[in-house]
C-alpha cells in the first residue's frame, strides 16, 4: 500500500515563507514525477508545480520566480518552497505521485496566507 504523508503547511503572513514536504512509501515503483497541485475554495484543483524524472520542471505561472519544487528521489520526497506568498495562495495543497499506470494523492495540507 503507498502512502503519501504531507507536512509543512500552516498560517503565515503575507510575504513570508513556508516549506512544504511529501514522502512517499510503500510498494511504488516507476515514478516518472512528482509534485504539487492546490485547491482554494470554490476553485478547481490546479497545478502549482512538478518534477519530471529526468530534470524538467513545470509551475503555474502565478507562482513563477517565488516557488521552487525540488525532490529527495533516495527518499521518494518533493519539498515545495514557498516565498513571497500571497493572500492568493490560500488553499489546501496536494501532493501528487505519478507512476506507470497510478496517479497517487496525499491527503492535503492548509496553507493560510493572511495577516
Known amino acids: 500500500q503507498v502512502q503519501l504523508v504531507e507536512s509543512g503547511g500552516g498560517l503565515v503572513q503575507p510575504g513570508g515563507s513556508l516549506r512544504l514536504s511529501c514522502a512517499a512509501s510503500?510498494?511504488?515503483?516507476?515514478?516518472?514525477?512528482m509534485g504539487w497541485y492546490r485547491q482554494a475554495p470554490g476553485k478547481q484543483r490546479e497545478l502549482v508545480a512538478l518534477?519530471?524524472?529526468?530534470?524538467?520542471?513545470n509551475y503555474a505561472d502565478s507562482v513563477k520566480g517565488r516557488f521552487t519544487i525540488s525532490r529527495d528521489n533516495a527518499k521518494n520526497t518533493v519539498y515545495l518552497q514557498m516565498n513571497s506568498l500571497k493572500p492568493e495562495d490560500t488553499a489546501v495543497y496536494y501532493c501528487?505521485?505519478?507512476?506507470?499506470?497510478?496517479?497517487?494523492w496525499g491527503q492535503g495540507t492548509q496553507v493560510t496566507v493572511s495577516s
Open positions: 510503500g510498494s511504488i515503483f516507476s515514478i516518472y514525477a
Open positions: 501528487n505521485v505519478k507512476t506507470v499506470p497510478t496517479n497517487y
Open positions: 518534477s519530471i524524472s529526468g530534470g524538467s520542471t
